[in-house]
T-cell receptor, first 114, second 112 residues
Framework: AQSVTQPDIHITVSEGASLELRCNYSYGATPYLFWYVQSPGQGLQLLLKYFSGDTLVQGIKGFEAEFKRSQSSFNLRKPSVHWSDAAEYFCAVGAPAAGNKLTFGGGTRVLVKP | DGGITQSPKYLFRKEGQNVTLSCEQNLNHDAMYWYRQDPGQGLRLIYYSQIVNDFQKGDIAEGYSVSREKKESFPLTVTSAQKNPTAFYLC???????????FGQGTRLTVV
């Protein structure tokens, strides 16, 4: 069975500073990997996805993530954070052989200081 | 505009009552999913369906039931057997295969 770990529950970053959110996964085959963002009381919005090919993927809102098979990681990065990036971020792994159901990490809440 | 609609946004029920959460999509997606979200626990899969008239249990299906009579609709019933039903419920859909899932805005269920 697949699993996802997001080691950081909360991260506080200053506006304009860089941001990196960690994600480690466990899956027996080549994974489908996703990052979603959630504002309070809202649904999840897809930031980016990795299925195959280039291990550095670009997403919306200036985010990027890098797939590292050797480390079983899919960390999310943004070079310069804006106040509007304050939200909760979820990493997820998809199981292609099982209806592509997603397994989510526990989430990382990002706070942005002015 | 295409999307996923969950209704209602807020729902209150008395303990011991069954309640049905609505999820409709007009994206022509084959697969649909129900997740439950609790603070600090991320999202957990309740049920999913890859095709009409077929569905599978997820990780926490006990106390829940679903139906998939139409491609567009995947309602979730929270039964009185669910011991701790108060939560935020999210519905999602995808084309299946190597595609991303898209989420509705959620329904917050409070059982008193």
């Amino acid at each position: 069975a697949q699993s996802v770990t997001q080691p950081d529950i909360h991260i506080t970053v200053s506006e304009g500073a860089s941001l990196e959110l960690r994600c480690n996964y466990s899956y027996g085959a080549t994974p489908y990997l996703f990052w979603y963002v959630q504002s309070p009381g809202q649904g999840l919005q897809l930031l980016l996805k990795y299925f195959s090919g280039d291990t550095l993927v670009q997403g919306i809102k200036g985010f990027e993530a890098e797939f590292k098979r050797s480390q079983s990681s899919f960390n999310l990065r943004k070079p310069s954070v804006h106040w509007s990036d304050a939200a909760e971020y979820f990493c997820a792994v998809g199981a292609p052989a099982a209806g592509n159901k997603l397994t989510f990490g526990g989430g990382t809440r990002v706070l942005v200081k002015p | 505009d295409g999307g996923i609609t969950q209704s209602p946004k807020y729902l209150f029920r008395k303990e011991g009552q069954n309640v049905t959460l609505s999820c409709e999509q007009n994206l022509n997606h084959d697969a649909m999913y129900w997740y439950r979200q609790d603070p600090g626990q991320g999202l957990r899969l309740i049920y999913y369906s890859q095709i009409v008239n077929d569905f599978q249990k997820g990780d926490i299906a006990e106390g829940y039931s679903v139906s998939r009579e139409k491609k567009e609709s995947f309602p979730l019933t929270v039964t009185s057997a669910q011991k701790n039903p108060t939560a935020f419920y999210l519905c999602a859909s995808s084309m299946g295969g190597a595609t991303a899932a898209f989420f509705g805005q959620g329904t917050r269920l409070t059982v008193v």
